[in-house]
């Protein structure tokens, strides 16, 4: 059953359209922490907003971390629950110079975006707009992205700090803040300090249609192939060179055409992608990216790699290919199952937000992956967005105020339970 809060005055479109306007696109060619130092000036931003309504350990940190607490208020014994969100946009798109709209009372129909009409956000290819007749509807003005993908989970997280310091009747343990940089290129909790943070269950604000919350990821691992080719002067190459770049091209080639690919997957299949190519007629290197629910599924997809490898290999007897397998995070589902409470707790409080909880899996990792893997047990709850990574990126209003509600509901579930 809904449980309507009292008094709850939303500021988290306010919030949200203040902090989209900020750079913060992360960089993967980038050796730093964080990757570009643009991301701080989100982070200056909010350690000082937190500050000002009232946490006074707020704190960005020499990395680009964003730490704050909200203390307990009760004299229970309450487990220390976080919820965090990522500061940084992904490269795949230009997060500079965003100008939101909103489309008020939305009534069906397509989203032409007005910076580039040839940006459109079509109803076909978005059928969760279906559920958003009568809302609100913020989206880019087509030529960049909007950067709800994370800065809806933090304006959600915002809002809802706010509103339990203003009501010291509602009761609740010690809730940490924790903001990240780099999480779009993989690096989002590398620097973190979780003895800092001090928490013992976490919920990242980053997932998609509301109501939705996954405690499942893919598994991920990097695959990097080393091609040593024979270098021969052109003009004498004849029986004697082996071409480094046409050899990875070969190996491409060779890749499924009808599965094991983004593009030819759904659901619960798993996937090897390539994401790199570069090097000389000497030397060239394809990096791949592995994905998988399952270790086994992980370990399926390395050895196909391999067959492919060698087969193509037998035609250049005079190079050589060498394959490095990196692992990048785990299925959090593990982890998470070890705590039931963590995700019952959640589903409840999307039950009082006045939604129907959906259970779900994220065919990509979240900080919560590898939070969980570091001991720290953390599920996805949604935040809302739709679109990642692409300039017709949107979220409602409406989504995210049932996700700030969802977030205090939570606090009050831990405590009411402990």
């Known amino acids: 059953m809904p449980h309507p809060l009292p008094d709850f005055d939303h ?16 960089d993967p060619a980038s050796p730093t922490c964080p990757s570009t130092e643009k991301q701080k000036d989100l982070g200056r931003l909010l350690a000082r907003e937190l500050r000002e309504m009232g946490i006074a350990d707020a704190d960005l940190d020499a990395h680009g971390y964003v730490y704050g607490t909200i203390p307990a208020n009760t004299a229970k014994a309450v ?59 913020i989206t880019s003005d087509g030529t960049t992205l909007l950067g709800a993908d994370n800065k809806a989970g933090i304006a959600e997280i915002m809002d809802a700090a706010r509103f339990l310091l203003a009501h010291p009747e509602i009761k609740h343990g010690a809730i940490k803040i924790l903001f990240t940089p780099d999480e779009e290129i993989g690096r989002g909790v590398d620097k973190v300090d979780l003895k800092r943070l001090g928490a013992d269950f976490a919920y990242t604000m980053d997932g998609e249609t509301a109501g939705h919350i996954e405690d499942e990821t893919f598994s991920a691992d990097a695959a990097t192939l080393t091609i040593t080719g024979v270098s021969v002067h052109p003009g ?4 004697k060179m082996e071409h480094a770049i046409k050899i990875a091209a070969r190996i491409v080639e060779r890749l499924p055409h009808d599965t094991c690919s983004p593009e030819t997957t759904e659901g619960r299949e798993g996937f090897l992608h390539p994401v790199g190519i570069d090097g000389t007629l000497e030397q060239a290197r394809l990096a791949f990216i592995v994905r998988d629910f399952t270790e086994q599924g992980l370990r399926d997809k390395a050895a196909l790699l391999d067959r492919i490898v060698k087969d ?3 035609d250049f007897p005079h190079s050589i290919c060498k394959i490095e397998i990196t692992p990048q995070y785990r299925n959090m ?23 129907d909880p959906v259970r779900g899996s994220i065919r990509g990792g979240t900080d919560g992956s590898r939070l969980s893997a570091m001991g720290l047990p953390c ?18 209003r409406q989504d995210m105020e049932k996700a700030a509600e969802t977030i205090v509901h939570l606090a009050m579930i831990w405590e009411e339970r402990a």
């Not at 500021?11 to 696109?25: E, G, K, P, S, W």
């Not at 004498?236 to 029986?239: N, R, Y």
């Not at 996805?380 to 409602?396: D, K, M, P, Q, Y």
Request: charged content about 20%; glycine content about 8%; hydrophobic content about 40%.
């Open 379 to 396: 599920p996805n709850i949604f935040a809302g967005e739709h679109a990642f990574h692409s300039r017709t990126e949107w979220v409602s």
């Open 11 to 26: 500021d988290v479109v306010a919030r949200f359209l203040r902090y989209v306007v900020i750079d913060t696109q992360s």
């Open 79 to 137: 487990p220390v629950i976080c919820f965090c969100s990522h500061m940084d946009t992904s490269p795949d798109c230009s997060g500079a110079n965003v100008k939101p709209q909103i489309v008020r009372d939305y009534q069906g129909g397509d989203i032409v975006l007005p910076g580039d009409p040839a940006q459109v956000i079509r109803a076909r290819d978005n059928p969760a707009l279906a559920g958003q007749i009568g809302n609100d509807i």
């Open 312 to 314: 193509v290999m037998k």
């Open 333 to 355: 589902k593990q982890v998470i199952d070890a705590h039931p409470r963590v995700m019952d707790h959640a589903l409840e409080a999307i039950r009082r937000a006045g939604l």
């Open 236 to 239: 004498f190459a004849k029986g």
